[in-house]
């Protein structure tokens, strides 16, 4: 198992209110899976992902990664996250500094891989993605889905065993939302990735092995 999560729990203080976002959310993740959970706008999707990203601790439950019980005060949490998962977020967060082989080196960079290597694996990456052309164009020189996958690039860098990705395809149009679902697919399929993808587009999760709606506070099997 990749990751099981228990029974989480998770509420916030606002003013003079509790707001309860996750009541009981359960879900095991196997190497290989393709798993979709959708749900309506602040129904607690994006929560449930920052806990297991270790972004973020439930307040009651359990998180296992691996064989470890863990939450994001775990001394090795930071670890985790950088070797153990990748993350692709709605908004692509690159460095505007650095070209896209330099974005996708810089987690193994902080793994402490050498500069050569860590080039070799992004540009390895990048031209897998389709991105052969655009190794040395900053973010601002690349489509909105060109950066949306070298964000993908950069999480798959580390041969992660989870990739995370929280509304990856929000904030595209409807030709690179496509092209950057169909590539988290044959991502999935060639190399056996896992994913768990939030997202509230009821038809790209349809292209999910596994769809779990989140309401109430609880993960319901579609």
């Not at 001394?75 to 330099?102: C, M």
């Not at 768990?196 to 587009?201: E, G, L, N, Q």
């Amino acid at each position: 198992m990749v990751l099981c999560a228990k029974h989480l729990k998770k509420s916030y203080i606002d003013s003079d209110q509790t707001i309860t976002v996750l009541t009981d959310a359960s879900l095991e993740v196997a190497p290989g899976d393709f798993i979709c959970i959708t749900g309506k706008s602040g129904s607690g999707k994006s929560t449930m992902l920052h806990i297991m990203g270790l972004l973020d601790s439930p307040d009651e439950g359990e998180l296992w990664i691996g064989d470890k019980l863990v939450n994001s005060h775990s001394s090795d949490a930071p670890k985790i996250r950088n070797q153990e998962l990748g993350f692709v977020f709605q908004f692509h967060y690159l460095i505007e500094d650095l070209n896209a082989t330099e974005n996708v080196a810089l987690p193994l960079l902080i793994a402490g891989e050498s500069e050569i290597e860590a080039r070799a694996r992004a540009k390895e990456l990048l031209v897998h993605l389709g991105l052969a052309e655009r190794l040395n164009r900053f973010p601002n020189q690349l489509s909105g889905g060109e950066q949306q996958r070298v964000s993908l690039a950069r999480a798959l860098v580390n041969k992660p065993k989870l990739v995370l990705a929280d509304e990856p395809t929000g904030n595209l149009d409807p030709i690179y939302s496509s092209e950057v679902w169909n590539m988290m697919k044959s991502l999935n399929q060639e190399l056996n990735q896992a994913f768990v993808i939030v997202t509230h587009d009821a038809e790209a999760a349809s292209k999910a092995d596994l769809v779990y709606d989140l309401v109430d506070g609880a993960l319901i099997r579609n």
